[in-house]
């Protein structure tokens, strides 16, 4: 069985960056894709980025565009968030999750079968 473990978050000021690890383990990741997402509080859980099988990403919310980039090594078991140019509304609990697929589905938390614990990310002067 897929576990993901995530790892990175801390506080950061704004305009800062932090690098976001996601670990799997039980199973090679190499045949999933990995979205991340980020919930803060009293909002729902929002889909950030996903990345395929092949190292392709696709963009799930537009105001990371620009400032975040997700990248994997299969042959680590590892998916990274780099995230630049932080904004106090980037604060978040940030999750990864793995999609049974090799293509990256929807933005919808639903598509998504195994999640890490989730990783705080503070934005903040």
């Known amino acids: 069985q897929l576990q993901l473990v995530e790892s990175g978050g801390d506080l950061v000021q704004p305009g800062g960056s932090l690098r976001l690890s996601c670990a799997a383990s039980g199973f090679p990741m190499d045949y999933y894709s990995i979205g991340w997402f980020r919930q803060a509080p009293g909002k729902e859980r929002e889909g950030v980025l996903c990345?395929?099988?092949?190292?392709?990403?696709?963009t799930y919310a537009d105001s990371v565009k620009g400032r975040f980039a997700i990248s994997r090594d299969n042959a680590k078991n590892t998916v990274i968030l780099q995230m630049n140019s932080l904004k106090i509304e980037d604060t978040a609990v940030y999750y990864c999750?793995?999609?049974?697929?090799?293509?990256?589905?929807?933005?919808?938390?639903?598509?998504?079968?195994?999640w890490g614990q989730g990783t705080q990310v503070t934005v903040s002067s």
């Open positions: 990345i395929n099988e092949t190292g392709g990403s696709t």
């Open positions: 999750a793995a999609a049974g697929w090799g293509h990256c589905p929807g933005p919808s938390p639903a598509h998504f079968g195994a």
